[in-house]
């Protein structure tokens, strides 16, 4: 049987109020514990949500920048889509012009005078003459100076066969073999042929590196043979070809560009025989630019002056270059100092409107 609490009358009330304050004062200090506890919990959540936006906001920055770098890399393809469209565009058009030329041309009569001499042998045995319009090459006989008359000995027809033409643009003769090395333009190679006008054999018609683009101009230089190539939509192409005399291969001399041993569209070239530097005509970079028989570069000149030279010669210790855009024909001296300047005066007078020219013997300037 339970029975009632009967206070202490003379300590118990005390002693029930000492005990009540006891666990009141434990409430309150874990309460503040908790307090704290929850405080340094919530402190630690804070710096973690600030963690995790400040994550989410780097990675909303890289895929920002990465979907940019996505739009301009589209960008670019889409340009690169457009140069490589235009380009097939333009070379498909170029190649139905000169299709539709050729086509023009075959249909046209071989009586036209030759318009461009390249080559005189120093004994004036041979004279060998480009015909540009009709596609044709002349070996002609010794030139009889005072009746100004010559007599055709051989001309190819146009073609790509192996005693066949496709506008070739220079020509010039092995004075120790008496062969004739042709530049035959459009069918990408050079052809030789011995001194009765017959085919011999040929070179860079093959793949490879010593394939050709364009042959334009060549030289024979301590037994190699120099040519000059380019194509204005094959910057790779903008090069000086080294090659024997057999036609195998040797090397390649400079790349597309403006600097030492670079070229744009390069053209004449011109050896001095008793050093061995070879002068090469930079076109679209409007200078000379000069090299060593090993093929290293030496020096340069014209840049100012010049404007598209085409053709470049040496005669008597002086520089003859043929300039496009003025035209006329520069003289330099071998310190190249210009000397003198002849300007086109318009026909029958003194010069120029063809793409080479040659000084015989006699110092004739043949155009």
């Not at 000169?98 to 046209?108: K, S, V």
């Not at 530049?183 to 010593?210: I, P, Q, R, Y």
Request: proline content about 2%; aromatic content about 8%.
């Amino acid at each position: 049987m339970a029975t009632a609490y009967t206070p202490d009358t003379e300590h118990g009330d005390d002693n029930f109020i000492l005990e009540l304050n006891r666990v009141k004062e434990k409430v309150r200090t874990r309460f503040i514990e908790l307090r704290e506890c929850l405080s340094e919990r919530e402190s630690e959540l804070m710096r973690e949500l600030d963690e995790i936006l400040s994550s989410y906001e780097c990675y909303r920055r890289e895929v920002e920048k990465m979907n940019e770098e996505k739009r301009d890399i589209e960008d670019v393809r889409n340009a690169i889509m457009g140069v490589v469209t235009t380009s097939a565009v333009v070379r498909s058009c170029q190649e139905k012009m000169l299709q539709e030329l050729n086509e023009q041309l075959e249909g046209l009569e071989i009586p036209v005078k030759p318009k461009l001499v390249m080559f005189v042998c120093e004994d004036s045995k041979w004279l060998v003459e480009v015909n540009k319009l009709c596609k044709l090459v002349e070996v002609v006989s010794e030139i009889d100076y005072k009746s100004k008359t010559h007599s055709v000995m051989s001309v190819c027809d146009v073609g790509s066969g192996n005693e066949q033409l496709n506008s070739p643009t220079d020509v010039t003769v092995d004075h120790n073999t008496g062969n004739i090395y042709v530049a035959d333009t459009l069918n990408h190679c050079v052809k030789v042929f011995n001194d009765s006008c017959k085919f011999v054999f040929k070179f860079g018609d093959l793949k490879g590196e010593g394939s050709m683009t364009y042959p334009k101009c060549f030289v024979i230089c301590r037994n190699r043979v120099l040519v000059s190539q380019g194509d204005v939509f094959i910057e790779a192409s903008h090069c000086i070809k080294v090659y024997q005399l057999d036609g195998k291969f040797v090397c390649q001399i400079g790349k597309h560009g403006g600097g030492e041993l670079q070229f744009n569209y390069p053209c004449g070239l011109a050896t001095n025989e008793s050093t061995g530097d070879i002068y090469i005509c930079d076109t679209r970079n409007d200078r000379i630019q000069i090299i060593s028989e090993h093929f290293l570069y030496k020096s340069q000149f014209g840049k100012d002056i010049l404007h598209s030279p085409l053709d470049v010669k040496l005669y008597r210790n002086n520089i003859f270059i043929l300039d496009q855009s003025n035209p006329c024909l520069h003289i330099y001296n071998k310190n190249l100092v210009l000397q003198k300047s002849v300007v086109s005066r318009g026909e029958g007078q003194q010069v120029v409107s063809s793409y080479s020219f040659f000084i015989d013997r006699f110092g004739n300037i043949l155009t």
